[in-house]
């Protein structure tokens, strides 16, 4: 009854039995892993040929004996011919799966192929052997081709693909996955047995063991085709393989976990570098420490050998500020590279970090001191403040280095902590400069103002005293001769008049070099039309003030700042200009109050006189930029040897109270 049901259902048998290695095949095609580590993964790929070829084989043997009946019996032989082909093509890709996993994995990928290659000549040969004075489309042909691929090739490799198994299943377990491991040993299990009844047991012919031993014996013992078999052994290997792929599930898992611990491990390393990196170049230090120690601490937390800081100098080109780690021939210089070709100025440029392929130019001779000359690497990266590049900082390595994205970006924000840094070194450095500029400007205008005050005691004392001594002893002269001789008393008394004539000049002279009048009563323009005139009367030099646009009073402190400015630049032209006309050109421009006073003289380079010496020279200038900067202005100095002088005096209106 079970013979005879089979009998009857022998299409639903192969067709089973073709579905199972199909689904087989299919199921780790779809689950093939490309990107995965474990030895197994990259081989798949032929156990998946193996079960789509093996499944379209089988139901060859369902398909053929349909088309019988419709095609000629020469297309039959050679549909007969293709399945041959193809029944051998898919135990060629199980041997090799089976190879594959059972040969040390260093042995060359290009001797892998030659065993199976081997095999496939030896079948053919043996096949061409055993089939000499046959036709080409004999059925008997079709019979040893299957019986010899099966031996030669199925069983083989179904054996290597268990033991294959068997090793996978050693791995699987070590990593923690025992469930996982025993598929694998369940598949070996499997493997083995296709491999006995597919390999051993083939269709009954005259050759080898086939007489009495073949596919033949469960069928005539228990009534069961052997295909039953083989499908129920698909099956299980299916089954199988879909649960061992759990596997790759598990790895993808465990690398993302692994990935996710670096990517924190990464960003806690990144922060610690940061913070070690910030809290050198925080400290309040003078710019060639500062980059000092900045370089020491990114080469210390970036475990790296060596490197150096470019810059540009005032002239504009690049310099090498600082270098660690260098050996003495590199060259600390000014960057003689041409401008296109210099790496440096590219990063500059770009404000990116660049990793240069022929390393970098801007080196005559580089070596590390490691013992010997080796090749070096390095990467170039911006220092960038407010957007704007301050210079390069190129750091060194006897490895070759790669800027992937996530060391791009802490190799930027490194450069702009220093940049930052730089800037406020800088900042600091003026400030400094300005402190100690502003104390002596102070000491200076403490000292003119005793100068000033013992000047006017001395005037007091030398012409004011003077004359009221005289003026006293006249005063008394004229009251002894006024009863006897009225006529010398009056000459006595015009005598005294003009003593206090002289003494009102002396007196206006002293109040005009105090503050003029002029100013509080008339306006800034009249006071220094004023003032010129009466420089003009001391020195040789003519003085005119123009001015135009000014219809209404400023802020006294405005006029009082602009006035004195203005006599500081009118009082240096004549007394070191040698010129013979100056001219004070006042204007509103834009609510900006903007003063020009121009000379004839020589000139002089202002470079020369700021900032100021020991010797007095440019305290004067730097007394007017800063009364002007106080107000938010500027004062300008144009000058050159032969030229003449051109001080320009600007202020702000529009925050000045009182202004109009």
Known sequence: MIYAFFQVNESVVFFIYGLAFFTLGLSVALQTRKYSRLEMAQYLPWLAVFGIAHG????????IPIQARYLS????????????????????????????LVVPKHFSNRW????TVAMLLL?????????LLEPFTSPHLRITGEIWVRILLGFPGSLLSALGFLRQSRKIREMGLPHIASYMSRLAFLFVAYGLLSGLLTPPHDILWTRWFHDRILDNIMGIPIPFFRSLIGIGMAYFIRLS???????????????ERQKYEVADRDRKILNAVALTVTRPLELPELLEDALRCVLVELKLPAG????????????????????????????????????????????????????????????????????????????????????????????????????????????????????????????????ALRGQLLDKVITAQEEERRRIARELHDQLGQDLSGLSMNIGAATAALPASPERAASILRDTSEIVSDMLGTLRSLILDLRPAALDDLGLAQALRRYGGYVSLRSEMRISVVCDNQHSRLHPQVETTAFRITQEALINAALHSEGTEAIVHINHINS????????????????TVLPPDENGRGWGLLGMQERAALFGGTVEVESAQGKGTRIIVDIPLENQEGSS
């Open 112 to 115: 892998r192929w030659a065993p």
């Open 123 to 131: 079948w053919g040969g043996v096949l061409l052997a055993n089939n």
């Open 592 to 607: 900006h109050l903007r003063i020009v006073v121009s000379d004839n003289g020589k000139g002089f380079a202002p470079d």
């Open 308 to 435: 150096w800081i470019n810059m540009p100098a005032p002239d504009g080109k690049l310099q090498t500020y600082c270098q660690q780690g260098l050996s003495a021939n590199f060259v600390i210089t000014t960057c003689e590279t041409p401008h296109e070709t210099c790496l440096c100025r590219h990063v500059m440029e770009t404000r990116q970090a660049s990793v240069p392929k022929f390393g970098h130019q801007c080196l005559r001779a580089v070596s590390i001191e490691m013992g010997e000359e080796q090749p070096v690497h390095s990467v170039s990266i911006p220092l960038v403040a407010r957007d704007n590049a301050l210079g390069v900082l190129n750091l060194m390595s006897a490895d070759e280095l790669q800027l992937l994205p996530e060391e791009s970006g802490l190799l930027t924000a490194i450069g702009r902590q220093i940049g930052v840094a730089v800037e406020n070194a800088r900042l600091y450095t003026e400030v400094r400069r300005k402190d």
């Open 56 to 63: 379209l084989t089988e139901w060859g043997y369902l398909f």
């Open 245 to 259: 792929q759990e596997v790759f599930v598990v790895e993808t898992d465990r690398r993302l976990e692994v990935a």
């Open 73 to 100: 019996p020469a297309v039959i032989q050679g549909l007969d011919l293709v399945q041959l082909g193809l029944m051998s093509f898919s135990f060629a890709a199980l041997f090799q799966f089976g190879l594959n």
